[in-house]
């Protein structure tokens, strides 16, 4: 089974690639770099994390014969920024997508909340998983539980991962290692919900 992953983000591509290979062996990753000498520019304008990933499938499902299609979108959800960033978390900051800049933008509108009970947050994910000739299609909603940090730490991981403490954890995702945040992760999650329909395609089931 070849699944292209449908980003140009290698952190999420590598996350992904690691949850799924647990999943189970045979699944065989691609990302858009094996498939597109100029990897395009992916339309994400919805308003919700599934409008998104659902666009981000059928956009490359166009483009892309014969392999399954697994797209993702993703963000950071904050209580107290009244659900920002959402699904403009790639580019809080501006149009250029920068981790360090979208840190510092949180970092700065969190000031004022300084009660830990202030500083809750979580990730989402929305993951769509399309078949080659596009006549099925799944979906799943991932979400991880945490708190805003009060300052970085740690430089593992991607994104806001130096700044999100997990439920259950007093270390960032910047700290804990890409094992453990993948056990817990909101695409973990997500993956965890499609994983029965992997299963069943790779041992040739009709699902
Ligand atoms: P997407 O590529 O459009 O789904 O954008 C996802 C953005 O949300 C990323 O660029 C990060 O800023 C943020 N994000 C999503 N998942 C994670 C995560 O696991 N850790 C840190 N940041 C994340």
């Not at 299609?137 to 539980?145: D, E, P, R």
């Not at 270390?171 to 909101?186: A, M, P, R």
Request: charged residues 30%; proline residues 3%; contains cysteine.
């Amino acid at each position: 089974m070849k699944v292209l992953i449908a980003s140009s983000n290698l952190g999420k591509v590598k996350e992904i690639g690691e949850i799924l290979k647990k999943i189970d062996k045979k699944v065989e990753i691609l990302s858009l770099k094996d498939i597109f000498d100029e990897v395009p520019d992916i339309p994400e304008n919805a308003r919700t994390f599934t409008g998104n990933a659902l666009a981000k499938a059928n956009f490359l499902a166009k483009k892309s014969a014969g392999n399954w299609i697994l797209a993702d979108d993703s963000g950071l959800v904050v209580s107290a920024l009244k659900g920002n960033p959402g699904v403009r978390s790639a580019r809080y900051a501006g149009e250029i997508k920068d981790d360090k800049k979208n840190i510092e933008k949180l970092l700065g509108e969190m000031q004022e909340f300084v009660e830990e009970e202030q500083r809750s947050a979580h990730f989402c994910c929305a993951m769509v998983l399309v078949s080659p000739n596009t006549e099925k299609s799944f979906a799943a909603i991932g979400k991880c539980k945490g708190k805003i940090a009060f300052e970085e730490k740690g430089d593992g991981g991607f994104g806001y991962d130096p700044i999100f403490i997990p439920e259950g954890y007093d270390k960032t995702f910047g700290e804990l290692s890409s094992s453990v945040k993948n056990k817990i992760s909101h695409r973990a999650k997500a993956l965890e919900i499609l994983s029965d329909i992997f299963k069943d395609v790779l041992n040739g089931g009709e699902i």
